[in-house]
């Protein structure tokens, strides 16, 4: 089963109904330069027409208390103690520098921290 770049732009725009031709064309680039994707979707096209039957099964979803929990303290446990290890290395460059690791400076520095990590996941995310 082949597709052209007009099959996929065509595909995304029927999929997607808020972009434009414009958009679609530009994602349509992203995703034929993505070849882990690409490579997915060819695979899956293909078990499609060996079976149009198939579906992809996913890992059921965890909603119970403690699956929420356990995700939450997963999720934001990394940030929490990677956040204290960055405030303990800023704390003791400081006083290397001969600067009080309480003063102005470290909390300028250790309040900035959790700023530069939202914008770290956020991109990492997207």
Known sequence: MMFSREDLISKFLADVPAFSRAEAE?????????????DIYIKYNQRKAEDPNWEPMYAPEDNTFTGKVGNFVSQYGVYLIFGLLVKDIIQEQLK???????????????????????????????
């Open 26 to 38: 530009i994602e349509v680039d992203k995703f034929l330069m993505d070849g882990e994707m690409l």
């Open 96 to 126: 290397k520098g001969g600067v009080d690791a309480g003063g102005e400076a470290a909390d300028v520095l250790v309040s900035s921290v959790p700023d530069v990590m939202h914008q770290l996941s956020n991109t990492l995310s997207a």
